[in-house]
């Protein structure tokens, strides 16, 4: 089992960026996928949540209406479409996968960092 996180970098205050979590080794599309986060000094928190078929999706409230969660059952990938991104969203992105009753999948993580 494999998630392999994608996309993170460095960026402006107001710039976007997208990261791509691509899974292998599960049946990815029985799977909900969140996006969870752990800036420096702090407790990871999670980001944004999809539904196993992309039917619900959640966010935490600091970045509602600037993220987008997505996924592509296909090609085993989920996505985060981050946009005018500010310093506070600079941390560590993790990928998850979860099905109940099965067992709990993490990434290692992708740097975000946002900075003028």
């Known amino acids: 089992v494999q998630l392999v996180e994608s996309g993170g970098g460095l960026v402006q205050p107001g710039g976007s960026l997208r990261l791509s979590c691509l899974a292998s080794g599960f049946i990815f599309r029985n799977y909900a996928m969140t996006w969870y986060r752990q800036a420096p000094g702090k407790e990871r928190e999670l980001v944004a949540v999809i539904s196993a078929f992309g039917a619900g999706t959640n966010y935490a409230d600091s970045v509602k209406g600037r993220f987008t969660i997505s996924r592509n059952n296909a090609a085993n990938t989920v996505y985060l479409q981050m946009n005018s991104l500010k310093v506070e969203d600079t941390a560590v992105y993790y990928c998850?996968?979860?099905?109940?009753?099965?067992?709990?999948?993490w990434g290692k993580g992708t740097l975000v960092t946002v900075s003028s």
């Open positions: 998850n996968a979860a099905r109940a009753g099965f067992s709990n999948y």
